[in-house]
């Protein structure tokens, strides 16, 4: 039985992500995390599903920047701005990641990619609105899972850069 094993069994986490958590020193979270029935690939059904505010979701957002990835945290309720991360990273061109760049990038699918624990090191923006609550909840690694953490660690533990990189309405 190898570690992963061990942690499917005890995490309804990703194996990757209930192992990160160790690695951490974050194994308390694991039982925190909780396990939905039915997919919250957006955060709209994650907000639901948790009975909390849309804004309070973290979705962890693969872009690539002149052809890098880069991932960008943001609350549930905005969207980004890709303009203001491409000046942010003094990148020629920034867009969405196609999900075999995010899978290859994180090891997670979309709609499951948890803030940190990825297959590769990858630069993280965190967008302030974040700190607008005491509370967050993200990705565990799967579609169906998640997990509450303040949004300082949750940046801290990502190695985020606090930025504004928010959509703003006209």
């Known amino acids: 039985m190898t ?18 958590l160790r ?3 974050l194994d308390k979270l694991s039982a925190r995390i909780r396990r939905f029935p039915e997919a919250t690939r957006t955060a709209a059904e994650a907000a ?10 973290c979705k962890s ?9 880069v991932l960008v945290l943001m609350d549930g309720a905005s969207r980004v701005d890709v303009e203001l991360v491409r000046r ?17 990038t994180t090891g997670y699918a979309i709609g499951g990619v948890p803030p940190f624990g990825h297959r590769t090191k990858t630069r993280v923006l965190a967008d302030r609105s974040l700190l607008e609550h005491d509370l967050v909840w993200a ?3 799967t579609p169906h899972t998640v997990f509450p953490m303040d949004p ?12 504004d990189v928010r959509e703003r309405n006209a």
């Not at 300082?152 to 930025?163: D, M, P, Q, R, Y």
């Open 3 to 20: 570690a992963s094993d061990t942690a499917a069994e005890v995490s309804p986490a990703h194996p990757r992500f209930a192992e990160a």
């Open 23 to 25: 690695e951490l020193g």
């Open 48 to 57: 639901a599903a948790i009975g909390c505010e849309l804004s309070q979701i």
């Open 61 to 69: 957002l693969i872009f690539a920047a002149d052809g890098v990835p």
């Open 88 to 104: 942010e990273l003094g990148a020629e061109k920034v867009g969405r990641a196609k999900a075999d760049v995010v899978r290859e």
């Open 139 to 141: 990705a565990a690694g």
């Open 152 to 163: 300082e660690s949750l940046i801290a533990h990502a190695g985020g850069t606090l930025v």
